[in-house]
């Protein structure tokens, strides 16, 4: 009896930070619930949503290899509602809560988003600063509290983080799938696949960055 449950034992070991060993042991269920962590909990800051998304697509165009079996269409409905629920949970948490779930934390990298996501949104105001924090690991996990803490409207943060959400989650997601179908053993390429693609997601933040440092420069030319 003892040696079969010591055999099972590495199959239950699960790497929360491997997108592929969640997809293994979990598949679309854990996408939804990784989702959900990482944009509604605070304990979901270091959980990998961009590259599970874009993993969990490029697999799907390859089901049944890496002893992953995934479908698109449940895997889409698990990345939307996943990445929308958690981020409106994490709202209503900091609205209840205020700013006592983050002080509680001894987290020196989640105290540094949520500074990163407070500029955010005191630069860029609410919707941009909502739709841009989905791009951005940690600082999409904190900014949701961050917004019902400092009280962001309910309707202006639900509109935008719906908006962000689905761009973010379906994005990712269909970019895995799109190149997954297209090009012939991509998969073998996986892991520098991801680096990219989580660094293509910056694109947007970089970009808003540097379209606010260069109004602020003419703004002081001109004045």
């Known amino acids: 009896m003892t040696a079969p449950l010591f055999a099972a034992a590495p199959q239950l070991a699960v790497n929360v930070l491997s997108a592929q060993s969640l997809l293994a042991a979990f598949g679309v269920l854990g996408v939804g619930l990784v989702m959900f962590a ?8 270091f959980l ?21 079996q995934l479908s698109l269409a449940p895997l889409l409905v698990a990345a939307v509602v996943g990445a929308l629920a958690g981020a409106q949970c994490g709202y209503l948490l900091g609205r209840k809560a205020g700013g006592a779930l983050l002080a509680r934390s001894r987290s020196a990298r989640l105290h540094e ?28 996990t904190v900014l949701n509290p961050m917004a019902g803490a400092l009280g962001v409207p309910l309707r202006t943060f639900t509109v935008w983080q719906m908006a962000g959400g689905l761009v973010w989650s379906l994005g990712l997601t269909l970019g895995g799938y799109t190149l997954g179908s297209s090009i012939p053993d991509v998969d073998r390429y996986l892991l520098p696949l991801v680096a990219v693609i989580v660094a293509v997601s910056l694109i947007p933040l970089a970009t808003e960055v540097h379209r606010s440092r260069r109004a602020a420069k003419a703004k002081e030319a001109g004045g």
């Open 38 to 45: 990482e944009t509604g909990l605070l304990i979901g800051f």
């Open 113 to 140: 988003g949520a500074q990163r996501a407070e500029e955010l949104l005191q630069r860029y105001g609410h919707a941009r600063a909502i739709v841009l924090a989905r791009f951005v690991p940690v600082v999409r």
């Open 48 to 68: 990998p949503g961009d590259s599970l998304l874009f993993t969990a697509g490029l697999l799907c165009a390859r089901s049944g290899r890496h002893g992953v």
